[in-house]
Structure formats: structure tokens, C-alpha cells
């Protein structure tokens, strides 16, 4: 199937610091895609970039038939693109069932109630982002991705700092999202969680980006798990 977001060829640079050579990214209906990378190689910023959350220096960014250098984050969401950022997605200032309705009448969304109790945090919903745990406000903010039905999520880290227990929670839910058609890209380091849920992964390393296929593929490349899974990946093959 033809993806629905493609960030191609582009590149990115902070200040000295050339963060991105030549990367690309693309996120396809059905598939819940990783991007895996070490830190400070450039994935969150290639992340972003597909986001529009910064522009990128060269390169371009098609989402569905439009090919743009850059996007705004607003333009992008109205055209069907959820992102979840690796900070706090809700304002602390209201209630969630509050920022949640938003989402729903500006999108003409999914039904809120029931959004929050597919996560399991229904009885939260009148609380405030700050009397919640990380793991709750971590699967409501997932819930809102049931309330807005994009055509495409994009999420930083999102498995970072939660307990097992949530982490299957939101597999679970990254897979029903791709179940219904939503393209699902997702960055993080949770190696074998990750690579469990995962139809496809791609590799950001030294500014460009690889694409190594199905896990079994990726977890048999020899510079990825020289590089990146290191003894995880001998662990496991002995």
C-alpha cells in the first residue's frame, strides 16, 4: 500500500551541529511502523519534521497528495495527522474530559466516554492532567488519538517511563489503531517491545536513515545489531 506520509531526503541542522543528512520517513495505512536510533541521532527531530513541528533544511515533506519543504503542525492535523509529542500532550489548566471534547467537536470526532474507557481510564476523565499517574495520562493521551480517528499517528518515545503492564496496553492499542487503516509510527529504545509490535522498522543513525524491512530482518542485519542492539540481540540469539 502507498504511504501516506512520506518525509524524503531531508535534512537538518542545529546551530555547528548537522543532525540529519539525508533521512527519510514514511508511514504507511495498516502498518505500525519504529523508528529506532540511539540518542542525538536524529530521529525525534525527523520525527518532528514529518510533524511539522520544524522545518527541515532541504528535503520535502507529502502528506496524502500534497508535497510541501515544510508543514505547519495545524495545517497537517487538519488533514488527518496526529501527533504525540514526547512531553505532556493535555494543558494542566483543565480537565481532560474538557480537552478531549475539544478534539471531538473541532474533528467531529470519535465518542470521548467511550475513547477513554477502551484505555481504561473512564473514571479519570474529570481529573485534571496533574492528578494523574504517568501511566493514566499516558493511555489517555491515547485515547484522544480513538476520539480524533486520524488517517495517520505519529508518537515520540511514547512507551518511555511506563510499567509493563501499560506498555502492552498501548501495543494493544497501536494494533487496533492499524486494524482500522490508521498509518502508526513510533519512536523509543524498548527494544523488545517494540520489535514484538512492529511490522516494519527503520534505523536513524549517522544523519540518514535505513530501512530494514520486518523485525526478523531487521534483528538479523548485521550493523543494526552491531550498532544499535548490541547485547540485547546477543542475549537473545544464544
Request: charged share 25%.
Amino acid at each position: 500500500m502507498n504511504p501516506v506520509l512520506v518525509a524524503d531526503s531531508v535534512s537538518k541542522t542545529f546551530g555547528v551541529r548537522r543532525v540529519l543528512t539525508s533521512a527519510s520517513l514514511r508511514a504507511v495505512p495498516g502498518e505500525l511502523r519504529v523508528l529506532f536510533g540511539r540518542n542525538g541521532e536524529g530521529k525525534s527531530t525527523l520525527l518532528r519534521i514529518a510533524a511539522g513541528i520544524i522545518a527541515p533544511d532541504s528535503g520535502a515533506v507529502r502528506f496524502r497528495e500534497n508535497v510541501r519543504l515544510s508543514w505547519r503542525l495545524d495545517q497537517l492535523a487538519a488533514e488527518g495527522l496526529f501527533f504525540l509529542p514526547d512531553y505532556d500532550l493535555f494543558s494542566r489548566a483543565f480537565s481532560v474530559r474538557s480537552q478531549l471534547t475539544m478534539i471531538q467537536r473541532r474533528y467531529n470526532g470519535g465518542d470521548v466516554v467511550e475513547a477513554a474507557e477502551r484505555m481504561g481510564v473512564g473514571e479519570h476523565l474529570n481529573k485534571k492532567p496533574y492528578e494523574m499517574s504517568g501511566g493514566e495520562l499516558r493511555r489517555m493521551e491515547v485515547a484522544a488519538v480513538f476520539v480524533r480517528r486520524p488517517v495517520c499517528f505519529l508518537a515520540d518515545e511514547p512507551y518511555r517511563g511506563v510499567a509493563p503492564v501499560i506498555a502492552e496496553h498501548l501495543t494493544q492499542a497501536f494494533r487496533a489503531l492499524t486494524a482500522e487503516g490508521i498509518a502508526v509510527v513510533v519512536t523509543g529504545h524498548e527494544v523488545p517491545t517494540l520489535l514484538a509490535a512492529a511490522d516494519h522498522v527503520t534505523w536513524s543513525t549517522s544523519g540518514t536513515t535505513y530501512e530494514l524491512g520486518p523485525p526478523a530482518s531487521a534483528e538479523s542485519h548485521e550493523t543494526f545489531r552491531r550498532e544499535y542492539l548490541g547485547s540485547w540481540k546477543v542475549r537473545n540469539v544464544e
